[in-house]
């Protein structure tokens, strides 16, 4: 086995903890040769009529990690700092992920450097439909499947879908999830890695045996997936003390108003300045001495550098990659429960799943529906983990991954998929 050099990005990250859970696995190295590895790699040049008449040039990648088990699956990102090795990393843990929650797909992803902050509508319309024309030999409801993810939401997903059902000569509702309701979205799908991350922080808590009424929660990012956990933590009775987003953070020791802030948020596009709560530095939300840290922002949250210092036991990765490999070590040596992406926001895709299953079937579900197949897959997987977890003694992110990594290994050894 080749050594993986040391993490200093997300895909390192990625396969140091493939490489880790592999070994635990005993996973020989022709299988590891052949699942570790994208299988497809597209970097694309996107040009865009801005509205000043001007052309700018933007870099755009698709990336096909895995179609073992299935079609790829996998959002598509719009921000700044996306890197090819950025979306290598989140379509190999999209690999991993959706074979934990046990759904037929594989591992995708995309992105574009844009700041789409910056940006006009009818720019970024331009640009999503040019560089879905781009990834065009790549997406279709039986090979890749885009999904909405950081600053991409149901209209990206609607100009998609259209730009790629032009090219059919008809409506191809499945290319895509996370669409509107009107064009074939599913009920349930804007909440759902939120309300999975809501589910095994659940399981996490009966595990431990803490009491989630009452337990005191710090949650990084207010974005989709966040701020809905954080609203269904609210219901549930806990106790929301920190929150942040790109704005800054705030502060009450005695609890936010979740559904206030979810409004202000709504109106005004920031946390920043809530009644009711102080500034801190968002650094020191992730110190805070609390029950529950939610990252729900971007990876790398967490760091050699900061890790001692994070106060909470339960750490549930809303975000994909937010902890560094060294700073799980140390959190799992003070015996921090870390609940890992790949499992704690597996909702998002578990739902996208739903979504493909009632386009190909043109049957749709209620909302409840689409709840109650989430929490049993949700809750369904947790076991699965937790399971490997105490058998094997493995922290729970090695435990994950190994359930991931060897359904993906099972799939091409009985499809015989070797050269």
Known sequence: MLATKLADNAYDVALENFDSAADALGLDNDTREMIKFPERVLTVTVPVRMDDGHIRRFEAYRVQHSTA?????????????????????????????????????????????????????????????????????????????????????????????????????????????????????????????????????????????????????????????GSIAAQLLHEAGARIIAVSDSTGAIYNRDGIDIPELIHMKALTGRVYGFPGTEPIEPGALLELKCDILVPAALENAVTRENAGKVGARIIAEAANGPLMPAADRILEARGAFIIPDILCNAGGVTVSYFEWVQDEQHLFWEAQDVYNRLEKVMKTAFRDVIKIHIDRKVPMRIAANMLGIGRVAEAIHLRGIYP
């Open 69 to 225: 088990r299935g079609p790829a699956k996998g959002g598509i990102r719009f921000h700044p700092q996306v890197t090819l090795d950025e979306v290598k990393a989140l379509a190999t843990w999209m690999t991993w992920k959706c074979a934990v929650v046990n759904i037929p797909f594989g591992g995708g992803k995309g992105g574009i450097t844009c700041d789409p902050k910056h940006m006009s509508q009818g720019e970024l319309e331009r640009m999503t439909r040019r560089y879905t024309s781009a990834i065009l030999p790549l997406i279709g409801p039986q090979q890749d499947i885009p999904a909405p993810d950081v600053y991409t939401n149901s209209q990206t997903m609607a100009w998609i879908m259209d730009t790629y059902s032009m090219t059919k000569g008809y409506t191809i509702p499945g290319v895509v999830t996370g669409k509107p309701i009107s064009l074939g979205g599913s009920l349930g799908r804007n909440e759902a890695t939120g309300r999975g991350v809501f589910y095994t922080i659940q399981c996490a808590c009966e595990h431990l045996d803490i009491p989630l009424k009452g337990a005191t929660i710090a949650v990084q990012g207010f974005g989709n997936a």
